[in-house]
């Protein structure tokens, strides 16, 4: 399992919301690319930004910031908030973002995921999907589809998307610990490449996530833990790493 360090970017600044709340923000750093930077020394391979100006209003200022992160050397961009259309998604993986997250689209149009999945790949194109209750939370989480989240998922496995980030929205930015029922129920039906999101605590957490590597939860994004210093992401990368070298050694 890999630890996905995330950077939320709101009016340039890297911040962390409760439950997507644009009123419940703490301001973390003025510069979310000394923020990717630190990441990067502590060994993340991967880091997970969002564009809440993006998710929120579908336009951005922050396109600039994103793409200095996205050419960093010798780490990974998943990029997610406000991507709708394909000339979006071709723009951001021309900019260096490893893989493009779509999440009010697979739900508003899920012929352009599809169609994007045949575009650019599998590998380049992930579904959020953002769980409110039982149904899937769109525009920026400030909307409740009618669409329950098992069908926008077996949509999605249909449409030819491989990787899902699935966040409990209830649990994002409480440090409540990860939804690992709707995780195992998720991954029980998709065979696919599951990245957990929302809640995690600590290294316990993260234990319990590591039983749901063999159903295919294979990534974690971790925010808030981080920042507030109840997660050290260097000391648990090499924690994650060895884990996965005792495993490999065992098999």
């Known amino acids: 399992m890999e630890i996905v360090p995330a950077i939320d970017i709101r009016g340039g600044k890297c911040v962390r919301l409760v439950q997507g709340d644009p009123s419940r923000e703490t ?3 003025e510069d979310p690319v000394e923020v990717a930077r630190y990441f990067r020394e502590c060994g993340a391979r991967h880091v997970h930004v969002v564009d809440l100006d993006g998710a929120f209003t579908g336009k951005s200022p922050n396109a600039p910031i994103i793409r200095k992160i996205a050419f960093l050397p010798g ?3 998943e990029l ?4 709708r259309t394909l000339e979006a998604v071709a723009y951001w993986l021309e900019q260096g973002v490893q893989e493009v997250i779509l999440g009010t689209v697979a739900v508003e149009r899920p012929g352009l995921v599809e169609e994007a999945v045949v575009r650019f790949g599998p590998e380049r194109v992930a579904v959020a999907l953002d769980i409110r209750g039982e149904r899937i939370a769109v525009r920026g989480w400030q909307q409740v589809s009618r669409h329950s989240a098992m069908a926008v998922a077996e949509r999605m496995w249909d449409a030819g998307v491989r990787r899902f980030i699935v966040t409990d929205v209830r649990r994002d930015g ?5 939804a690992i029922k709707r995780l195992v129920k998720i991954a029980q039906i998709l065979d696919a490449r599951i990245t957990a999101s929302g809640g995690i605590r600590d290294r316990n957490d993260l ?3 590591l039983n749901l590597e063999p159903l295919g939860v294979d990534r974690v994004v971790v925010g808030k833990a981080i920042y507030e210093g109840r997660l050290n992401l260097k000391e648990t990368v090499k924690w994650l790493r060895a884990a996965e070298n005792e495993e490999r050694d065992a098999g």
């Open 27 to 29: 301001q973390y750093a």
């Open 75 to 77: 780490v990974k961009v």
């Open 80 to 83: 997610g908030g406000g991507i």
């Open 174 to 178: 409480t440090l409540a610990g990860p």
């Open 207 to 209: 234990r319990e996530l």
